[in-house]
Nanobody, 114 residues
Framework: VQLQASGGGLMQAGGSLRLSCAAS????????MGWYRQAPGKQREFVAH???????NYADSVKGRFSISRDNAKDTIALQMNSLKPEDTAVYFC?????????WGKGTLVTVSS
């Protein structure tokens, strides 16, 4: 499974960005896809995930501001990020859970200026 993330960039606080992640390869039975982020000097942390059936879960820090969606036909997920804060600055990674295996894509940098 290969994951390709895109959509990062520089945004002012209060603005919005949309991240996308496309899965390719042996993608059958991928049941959960999601996003993590890693800020400078910090550990990678969970942001959001979505199951094949559309069930979602969010970190408390992004609830009400971020929204994750999934297009099963295109094997992609998206993360709509609204009301961005400087503390959202991080490298964002998408991942996919397939059986007992977890796959990671290369990160995309999101920088939020105050």
């Amino acid at each position: 499974v290969q994951l390709q993330a895109s959509g990062g960039g520089l945004m002012q606080a209060g603005g919005s960005l949309r991240l996308s992640c496309a899965a390719s390869g042996s993608i059958s039975s991928i049941n959960v896809m999601g996003w993590y982020r890693q800020a400078p000097g910090k550990q990678r942390e969970f942001v959001a995930h979505i199951t094949t059936r559309g069930s979602t879960n969010y970190a408390d820090s992004v609830k009400g501001r971020f929204s994750i969606s999934r297009d099963n036909a295109k094997d992609t997920i998206a993360l709509q990020m609204n009301s961005l804060k400087p503390e959202d600055t991080a490298v964002y990674f998408c991942n996919a859970l397939q059986a007992a295996l977890i796959y990671w894509g290369k990160g995309t940098l999101v920088t939020v200026s105050s």
